[in-house]
């Protein structure tokens, strides 16, 4: 009875695995909802850009144009340019719509914010679901879905309220994973054309990544000349989607020779990448060493073209001026690599990845397969940009969901099979505990050298008091204006409130946040100059926030640091706020 109860099971997990699929992505998506629901109600969107995602939404169903991506509550009149591209606005915009119809436009607003991130979620599930069937075993998909649960980088980008587009582009990730491994090979090119397609119309994060899909499907080519069809149909995607994303979605200013988007410099390589391998794969000599050469060829016309051609984009994507890089990009922590990161944020960050990485060598080497060293490249590749910067964690350990899963499907039924449950469970346990980063996570926290100073708790208390909805609706006591304030206070401020600010963090209008910073480092008299240039009417500040403290460490004795011990010159106006703000208002005379 028991044995046919599970091959029952087993048959419905194999033949049902898509409706299963999204029965699990239902039942975790109700949980977060449900979990989250204090950050829906207060609206907590706490990541910058997140905010200035919901402004981009709002901007745009009041009727802003839709190739016009100006943040005009940003540095009024002129505006703000945001280099991002409206496809990830449209199931906000959409869902807000939906709520409309039962609720107010703010709690629209908020169950959209609440759902959105969600919906790339399913995606990555049934992509990883897919790539789990092929690579492992048609019953192991459940086990690679409790493996992403454990990612905890990666499901922090489907959160509630994380409205931004990590998730969308982890989601096209993962469906260039199932190409990757796909055994029909017009099916398989397809979808890591498209995939890169999107992804790159929605921004440039995964460029590396998509470079690097390419390049293994180039190779796949090399060693297999029948792999023709695949890289033909890559191609003509890849180049057909990229010219399609650019037509629908490209802003009016992505129409520039800029570096950091979809813009007609990334267009023209993927372009022409596009039509060279089409070509290869047409040719398609008999002779490994002449698809060899052809591949190389192709690889250096590419490079040198874009070499060329584009040099203002052989530095930094972002081509903001060096004071802005050494005083704010340099400082980014997610750009930094991960050893330069403490004990505490890096060992469970890494964990998965490395794990992840063996798992899939380990797979490749047994198996043999095509499809597991494509993975295995693929997830190697991850691990390495770990080292360049860390904001590559939520890729990376969502592409070890594969390479664990692979070593726990070979581990578990041996130690399953030990007599002793002494010995039998701890094993089980530690099995799925130990790749999986959450012992690590564990014994970090425990670790004397591992916590973080009472500095460093002040300062985040604090972060996340000033930019609380409770404390920054109190500004809307006054009437509308241009505020003064932090560059990472910018975005939250005019999504909470009906002002306007100045400067938010993001490089295309490197000018206006320098003017931020040399204000608060700079003397009264630059300071005042600065605020009347911008038209700003009050100023807004908030003590121990974390950019706060830059200012106080890079000028003891500017303008900021003596506001912080107290002083008020005598052109600012203290203004009162409820009690107990953190914030302190002043109106500029």
């Known amino acids: ?242 010219a399609a994303g650019f037509a629908a979605f490209a802003s009016n200013a992505n129409y520039a020779m800029r570096c950091d988007a979809l813009t007609p410099v990334w267009l023209s390589v993927t372009v022409a990448a596009g039509a060279l391998l089409f070509v290869l794969a047409r040719i398609n000599p008999a002779s490994r060493g002449a698809r060899l050469g052809l591949a190389v060829v192709a690889g250096a016309v590419i490079a040198g073209g874009f070499a060329s051609l584009f040099p203002q984009c052989l530095t930094r994507p972002e081509q903001v001026s060096p004071e802005l890089q050494r005083n704010w990009l340099n400082n980014v922590r997610e750009a930094k690599p991960i050893y330069k990161h403490p004990l505490r944020v890096a060992l469970p960050m890494a964990i998965m990845p490395v794990i992840g990485m063996i798992g899939a060598i380990v797979a490749a080497w047994r198996r043999r397969t095509i499809g597991w060293t494509a993975v295995a490249l693929f997830t190697t590749f991850a691990c390495l940009m770990l080292l360049w910067q860390a904001r590559a964690a939520p890729a990376a350990q969502m592409l070890a969901v594969p390479g664990i899963a692979a070593l726990l499907w070979m581990v578990l039924p041996w130690l399953t099979r030990l007599r002793s449950p002494l010995l039998r469970v701890p094993a089980i346990v530690l099995a799925v505990l130990v790749p999986t980063g959450i012992a690590a996570s564990w014994i970090v926290t425990y670790l004397p050298a591992t916590q973080p100073s009472a500095y460093a708790n002040r300062v985040n208390r604090a972060t996340g008091q000033c930019v609380r909805t409770s404390v920054l609706t109190g500004v809307n006591a006054y009437p509308r204006a241009t505020v003064f304030t932090f560059v990472d206070l910018g975005p939250r401020l005019i999504v909470t409130t009906h002002h306007d600010a100045i400067a938010g963090p993001y490089h295309r209008n490197g000018d206006a946040i320098l003017d931020v910073q040399h204000a608060f480092q700079g003397s009264e008299a630059q300071a005042r100059a600065i605020m009347k240039r911008h038209g700003a009417t009050l100023l807004l500040i908030c003590p121990d926030m974390a950019e706060s403290t830059n200012y106080r460490a890079r000028a003891p004795g500017g303008f900021y640091d003596r506001m912080a011990r107290g002083w008020t010159p005598n052109w600012l106006t203290p203004l009162p706020l409820p009690k107990g703000s953190p914030l302190r208002l002043y109106r500029i005379r």
Do not use: K
């Open 1 to 242: 009875m028991r044995e046919a109860s599970l091959e029952r099971l087993q048959r419905e997990i194999d033949r049902n695995w898509q409706r299963w699929v999204l029965v699990a992505w239902a039942a975790i998506a109700a949980w977060y909802m449900y979990d989250r629901w204090g950050q829906i109600r207060w609206w907590s969107l706490g990541d910058t850009d997140d905010n200035m995602r919901l402004m981009q939404v709002r901007a745009w169903m009041a009727g802003q144009d839709w190739y016009d991506l100006r943040q005009y509550r940003m540095n009024p009149p002129v505006g703000f340019d945001i280099h991002w591209s409206r496809i990830v606005d449209l199931p906000i915009a959409g869902l807000i719509l939906f709520f409309r119809l039962f609720t107010t436009p703010a709690w629209a607003e908020r169950l959209a914010c609440g759902l959105a991130p969600l919906i790339p979620l399913s995606i990555t599930m049934t992509a990883l679901a897919v790539t789990l069937r092929r690579l492992i075993g048609v019953l192991t998909w459940p086990l690679g879905l409790g493996l992403l649960l454990c990612a905890h980088a990666t499901l922090l980008m489907y959160m509630p309220m994380r409205i931004d587009h990590h998730g969308w582009q982890l989601a096209m990730l993962a469906v260039t994973v199932a190409g990757l491994c796909d055994p029909a090979a017009r099916r398989g090119g397809a979808l890591v054309g498209l995939a890169s397609a999107v992804s790159l119309a929605i921004g440039l994060e995964m460029l590396p990544y998509a470079a690097m899909a390419g390049a293994i499907l180039t190779l796949r080519w090399v060693w297999d000349r029948a792999e023709a069809d695949r890289l033909a149909v890559y191609a003509l995607t890849l180049g057909g989607g990229s």
